[in-house]
């Protein structure tokens, strides 16, 4: 069973420039997350997916951060423009629908705003 | 604020030690996960734990919850190097498949 894809690996861009991360959940999941991990720190949820439906966006900074799902599969993590803070890494992770069940992760993009 | 606080922030043992870490959260809960990440890696799932259950084993792997304090416990026995790692504690508090990370252990195994 392939794994969560996520792309690029690895970004690096200046302050106010825009930069946008991919994921593919595994095949069948229903549920998709967008999570931001600050060194040290455990994964924030920034907005989950149901099918192409949001389920919760509360912690996404909305006046820069934007995501979408269209079609119900991959997903778009949008940023514009970057600031400082928002170094970290970006987690995409994926789940069968519903509560109860594990989250499968990706690998992550580390974002380095300079 | 996060929900779960995982207790120790670090903890560096000897190989073939026994390492325990304790999550504790602030509201009820349908379920409790725990997840290692290696450096650099992304999420593993370890262990889902549900509140009506007290403890579950998965190999090297013992899960306890008790809900009247509002606390977990992970126990890895007969560690090994490859178990250098970080340990999170997610809580779900709903049906709606959404968890709260705490900002996790991190566990140092010494060969």
């Known amino acids: 069973e392939a794994g969560v894809a996520q792309s690029p690996r690895y970004k690096i861009i200046e302050k106010r420039q825009s930069v946008a991360f991919w994921c593919n959940p595994i095949?069948?999941?229903?549920?998709l997350y967008w999570y931001q991990q600050i060194l040290g720190q455990g994964p924030k949820l920034l907005i989950q997916?149901?099918?192409?439906?949001?389920?919760?966006d509360s912690q996404l900074p909305k006046d820069r951060f934007s995501a979408e799902r269209l079609k119900g599969v991959d997903s778009t993590l949008k940023i514009q423009p970057a600031k400082l803070e928002d170094s970290a890494v970006y987690l995409c992770?994926?789940?069968?629908?519903?509560?109860?069940?594990?989250?499968?992760f990706g690998p992550g993009t580390r974002l380095t705003v300079t | 604020s996060q929900q779960g606080e995982e207790d120790p922030q670090a903890l560096s043992i000897q190989e073939g030690e026994n390492a325990t870490m304790n999550c504790s959260y602030k509201?009820?809960?349908?379920?409790l996960q725990w997840y290692r990440q290696n450096s650099g890696r992304g999420l593993v799932h370890l262990i889902l734990?549900?509140?009506?259950?007290r403890e579950k084993h998965s190999g090297r792997l013992r899960v306890t919850l008790d809900t009247s304090k509002k606390s977990s416990s992970l126990l890895i026995t007969a560690s090994r190097a490859a178990d250098t790692a970080s340990y999170f504690c997610?809580?779900?508090?709903?049906?709606?498949?959404?968890?709260?990370f705490g900002d996790g252990t991190t566990l140092t195994v010494k060969p």
């Open positions: 992770a994926s789940s069968p629908p519903g509560g109860g069940y594990e989250q499968y």
């Open positions: 997916f149901q099918n192409n439906g949001v389920v919760d």
């Open positions: 095949s069948g999941h229903a549920t």
């Open positions: 997610a809580t779900e508090r709903s049906n709606a498949g959404k968890s709260t």
């Open positions: 734990i549900r509140s009506n259950e």
């Open positions: 509201t009820s809960i349908n379920n």
